[in-house]
């Protein structure tokens, strides 16, 4: 939209400095023209409440409402300088409202917030009202000897200043019912309600002395201290303490003409910003990008596969079963494939060795697995009750196929403990302990997931074996080293979502050769030896034939869905006619996989909110905060086409270290859906505070970026089609005084400041 240019400050001043000139004795100087200065007022929403605007000495200049809706107001001021903007409540009119839980309360006549402005004649601007404002204006009083009638706009804009970087948002500007400044008011709240002998406005009071020099001191003041781990919980970076539990944010610099801070602003983010970040694709990676293509080659390197280490355990586990049904002390099969030899030794009581053999490679262990939870008698209770412990220490394979290059090692160590305990529909389930190999060593300090079953369908035996349902995996601490780089965190699954198109299916597809292992014996104990076994998957029958030992193995190429497979262990038909004196075959499918694509079951069920809290960090460089990471359309999307779009909210609070830097606070969102994506990005350092937000449509081809800093300085964009609009739309404005506007000159984007300079862009 277009807006009307107004006069800038200087040319203001310069146009009434003329008027007094001439003769003909003394003429007045003329009114200053009216600026509607409007904004909300928060507490919460302070709805009804009494808005007055006044000079520093006190004279009146206009008074009005907030609305009865969303607290916000508007006021017209004829005037030119400093403006005190207060709002206060009237007992039995005035309500606050709390727009999360749309509740009310009365506002009492001993709620009074404070803000600042300076104002320009017939320049508009927005003015909020709020906890922040109220810390500026008694950061202002302080500096102008705790006498507001004196306060001079170069001491409001200090003030201004040392709040913002404390805080990260513009104070005045930044809407304090939205985004951080709503969130940093919130963690303001939760004090409150903590102290029942304390309101908001007395937590702020306590805020504003404890911040009257501009400077925090966790350890002395106690408001500040408790305001930040509030904040720390709520994943909200801020400034209010530093790693030593102080912080004095640097000295205000040098006043500023609004050209100049626009100027310093984009030298900003051509140099720090585009460090962090390479936005115009130049062939010059920035820090994060820099660090993505450390990390992913890093990762590359690293030789570890946890995946089939669960797979190596779980066959593990499953041997011991069928050695413990079968009496045996020694069994060797080939539960994983032909080439691959498991062979399992009982050394004590629940107590195992093993070694799983390839050719001249021999990898080896030990399991403890307590038997008596594998009697018949108890057996039927596993899935009721009881706690199954496994522990494991040795070495296992990479992967499904030996890796043979030169100077890598096929194996990885294991050592900790697996822990089941059932549940009448399931089984919850923790890990803990140390993963290693080939110099990556990681501390799996907590693994905890839950199975669930559904009751299945009896057998010929009448015995009901309970079916699959879902596994969740919950949270997983980690620490160690991968690749070079230093991770100490955990993930957290907060929830799952059951997609309605994998549910019917059990999960995906299966579109690629599945291989089937299992063992078959008879009745009597004895092998089921050179005899037939028939499998049918997705109603198509294979016929296979048992080695000496009774053991079996598929090869099976096509398309399945997770559902086929659980049909399938209940369709293996075997020849009872091979047993001897009337024994029946027995048979346990013991491996079901398509090794060449992912596939998920789970019925359907997806992580739909994982978030991951900790450090990642090498020399000189950390990421170190909060990622959370939403799939809002999990539950619906259409995850069998290739044109699907997964809706997405994604947001990151943390503190940036790049190399010879110093440290940045820094907030990162980015949320889409069917017509269009939001994008928010800040960051805080020393005494800089940039704030980006954007909204684009789908494709990312036409939007509005809007860039602000913590003093009032704003740069509007406009994109088309990709490019910036350079008609007069996209402008950089103070307050709302226009300070420059974007133009073309030479097919390059320029800004044309009010001085008469330009600046370009790249």
């Keep these: 939209m277009k807006k009307k240019i107004v006069l800038s400050s200087i040319a203001t001043v310069a146009l009434l400095s003329l008027v007094g000139c001439g003769g003909g004795g003394p003429v007045e100087d003329a009114a200053p023209k009216s600026a509607k200065i409007n904004g909300t007022a928060v507490d919460d929403l302070i709805l009804n409440g009494i808005v007055t605007a006044k000079t520093p000495s006190g004279t009146v200049l206009a008074e009005g409402r907030t609305s009865t809706t969303d607290g916000s107001y508007a006021l017209n001021v004829a005037h030119t300088g400093i403006v005190l903007v207060n709002v206060t409540c009237e007992d039995g009119n005035s309500t606050m409202l709390n727009p999360t839980t749309n509740t009310r309360q009365a506002c009492g006549s001993d709620v009074t917030l404070n803000s600042l402005a300076d104002v320009q004649a017939g320049v508009d601007q927005t003015v909020h009202i709020s906890p922040l404002t109220q810390i ?149 990676p920035g820090f994060l990008d820099t660090e993505a293509q450390s990390m992913d080659a890093a990762l590359n390197d690293v030789t570890m596969n946890i995946e089939y280490m669960g797979d190596v355990v779980n066959v593990l586990a499953e041997a011991i079963g069928n050695a413990y049904e079968q009496n045996l002390t020694h069994m060797s099969e080939t539960p994983m494939g032909a080439e691959r030899v498991f062979t399992l030794d009982k050394t004590g009581t629940g107590a195992w060795s093993y070694s799983i053999t390839e050719g001249s490679t021999t990898w080896s262990g030990t399991v403890s697995f307590p038997e008596i939870l594998l009697e018949d008698e108890t057996e039927a209770q596993l899935y009721t009750t009881g706690t199954l412990t496994m522990a494991v220490n040795g070495t296992v394979p990479l992967d499904y196929t030996a890796v043979t290059e030169a100077g890598v090692t096929d194996s990885q160590s294991f050592e900790g403990t697996v822990t089941a305990t059932k549940k009448a529909t399931g089984a919850d389930i923790s890990l803990a302990g140390k993963v290693a190999s080939n110099g990556t060593s990681i501390e799996l300090k907590e693994a905890t997931a839950e199975l669930a079953y559904t009751e299945g369908q009896a057998d010929a035996d009448g015995y009901t074996d309970p079916v699959f349902d879902y596994f969740k995996l919950n949270k997983v601490v980690l620490q160690g080293i991968v690749g070079g780089y230093t991770i100490d965190g955990s ?210 081809e036409n939007g509005d970026v809007a860039v602000t800093t913590h003093t009032g300085l704003r740069a509007d964009l406009k994109i088309t089609d990709g490019d910036l609009v350079t008609d007069g739309t996209s402008t950089v404005t103070k307050d709302g005084s226009l300070v420059g506007t974007f133009e073309e000159r030479s097919d390059m984007p320029v800004i044309k400041y009010v001085d008469g300079s330009f600046e370009s862009l790249p």
């Design 491 to 700: 993930v957290t699954v907060n929830s799952y979502a059951q997609n309605a198109g994998l549910a019917p299916k059990g999960g995906f597809d299966i579109i690629s050769t599945t291989y089937f292992d299992g063992r078959a014996s008879c009745s009597d104990g004895t092998n089921y030896s050179n005899a037939p076994v028939q499998i049918t998957l997705g109603g198509i029958a294979h016929s296979v034939t048992t080695d000496t030992n009774g053991h079996f193995y598929d090869q099976i190429a096509g398309s399945y869905t997770i559902n086929d497979f659980e049909n399938a262990y209940s369709t293996v038909i075997f020849d009872d006619s091979v047993c001897q004196d009337g024994a029946s075959a027995q048979v346990y499918v013991q491996y079901a996989e398509s090794w060449d694509d992912e596939n998920i079951a789970n019925s359907g069920w997806l992580p739909n909110d994982i978030t991951f809290a900790g450090a990642i960090s090498r020399t000189g460089a950390s990421m170190k905060g909060t990622l959370n990471a939403k799939w809002l359309n999990a539950a619906t999307m259409d995850m069998d086409s290739e044109d699907s779009t997964p809706f997405v909210d994604v947001t990151f609070n943390g503190k940036l270290q790049m190399p010879e830097r110093p440290e940045m606070l820094a907030t990162l969102t980015f949320e889409n859906n069917a017509t269009h994506n939001t994008i928010g990005a800040s960051y805080t350092y020393d005494s800089t505070v940039i704030n980006m937000s954007a909204l684009f449509d789908t494709d990312m």
């Design 136 to 284: 500026v204006y008694q950061r202002a009083e302080a500096q102008a000897g705790d006498n507001i009638a004196s306060v001079t706009a170069a001491e409001f804009e200090d003030a201004r200043d040392e709040v913002g970087v404390l805080f990260g948002v513009d104070p005045i500007a930044d809407n304090p019912a939205e985004g951080s400044a709503a969130q940093i008011i919130g963690a303001i709240h939760t004090l409150a309600d903590a102290d029942d002998t304390k309101s908001v406005i007395d937590i702020t009071e306590d805020l504003a002395n404890e911040l009257s020099d501009g400077s925090a001191d966790g350890s002395a003041d106690a408001t500040v201290s408790a305001l930040t781990e509030v904040m720390a919980d709520a994943n909200l970076t801020n400034n209010l303490v530093d790693n030593n539990g102080t912080y004095t944010p640097p000295e205000n610099p040098a006043a500023l003409s609004d050209v100049d801070a626009a100027k310093a602003l984009f030298t900003e983010l051509r140099t720090q910003a585009m460090s962090v970040v390479d936005y115009n694709n130049s062939g010059t």
